[in-house]
């Protein structure tokens, strides 16, 4: 079993499914001869010629139809978008004709693409490029939409992207592309909708996706060695479709939970989640879920602003003390 960075486990396993099937071809600006903003892409173009490493314009809505129209007819292109926040620009591409399609013309032609792009702040980029506009997408019947959050899983659900007849927006956190973890010598696509429990527990259920999921797990492991708190931890790794059952399950187990997101709290996805333990735990529930997300304002550039303004472990920790302590469970 290898440790690699989850940056290599996208370029690993694109390069793998271009070898696999030849219908696979990668489209999106600067992904060849640059080899991608991210380096996601580097060696591609030279191993697999310009035929399917393609270079775009600065042309979303352009490249993303072009995309549609090329799965349309039985390939299975994969869109690098340099970030989710130029995903604006085709959002009628996606929302209007990847998504619906399918749908519209009764299954006649399926729309078999995947919609790489990262997001999330704490890069000082600013407000236009540091956005977790994830929800906009989640909330579209058509589309599916996966965030990974380890190299195992960035692989696992690649794989089952490229593989899908549905279009799937892929979300990378931008802070992720460096951390590193093990990723098994064979990967099998994972189950798109299907959540994962990392940590199993009985005080409180703790759920997160992409770099909330990890830091979840990461204060679950702190308050257990520190104060005896036994959290257990979901990664959602799907958006759309949501595997609300998992969530259920574990809340009617623990009858607290905390929801950690990078997106704001207005609308968010947390909304959705705690909706859904309202639905199928709330006679289950010791406490109100509460919910720690980004702060309700554009993202400051300023380094000390934007920090303050993103979820952090120690904010999840006050939540979790916060709803340990209104049922008297916290030691």
């Not at 279009?167 to 460096?178: I, M, Q």
């Not at 940590?199 to 308050?223: C, F, N, P, W």
């Not at 705690?274 to 709330?282: K, P, Q, R, V």
């Not at 304002?297 to 920090?307: D, G, H, I, S």
Request: aromatic share 6%.
């Amino acid at each position: 079993m290898a440790v690699i960075t989850y940056r290599q486990a996208l370029h690993d396993t694109l390069r793998e499914e271009m070898l696999r099937d030849e219908d696979v071809l990668l489209i999106g600006e600067e992904i060849g001869i640059f080899e991608g903003s991210y380096k996601i892409t580097a060696g591609l173009l030279k191993e697999f010629g310009e035929k399917r490493v393609r270079d775009t314009p600065i042309a979303e809505e352009g490249f993303v139809g072009a995309a549609i129209g090329a799965a349309m007819l039985g390939l299975r292109p994969v869109v690098e978008l340099m970030t989710i926040n130029f995903s604006l620009i085709a959002l009628d591409q996606i929302v209007n004709h990847a998504a619906k399609i399918y749908g519209m013309f009764g299954g006649q032609t399926p729309v078999p693409m995947v919609l790489r792009t990262p997001g999330g702040g704490g890069q000082q980029l600013g407000a236009t490029h540091s956005q977790n506009i994830e929800l906009y997408y989640a909330f579209v019947p058509g589309l599916k939409v996966v965030a990974p959050s380890t190299p195992a899983d960035a692989k696992a659900l690649l794989l089952a992207s490229i593989r899908d007849n549905d279009p799937v927006l892929f979300l990378e956190n931008l802070a992720l592309y460096n951390t590193k973890g093990e990723v098994p010598d064979v990967v099998e696509p994972a189950e798109i909708g299907k959540a994962k429990v990392t940590r199993e527990g009985t005080d409180i259920t703790l759920i997160g996706y992409s770099r909330m999921a990890l830091v979840a797990h990461q204060v679950a492991e702190k308050l257990h060695a520190e104060e005896g708190i036994n959290a257990e931890v979901i990664d959602l790794r799907s958006l759309r479709p949501l595997d609300r059952q998992t969530i259920v399950d574990s809340v009617r187990k623990t009858g607290c939970a905390v929801v950690a997101e990078d997106d704001w709290l207005t609308y968010g996805i947390g909304a959705e989640i705690a909706a859904s333990i309202s639905d199928g735990a709330f006679d289950y529930l010791d406490a109100p879920v509460r919910r720690v997300a980004a702060a309700e304002v554009p993202l400051p550039y300023a380094k000390p602003l934007e920090r303050a303004a993103l979820p952090s472990a120690e904010s999840l920790t006050t939540a979790i003390h916060q709803t340990l302590d209104a049922v008297g469970r916290r030691r």
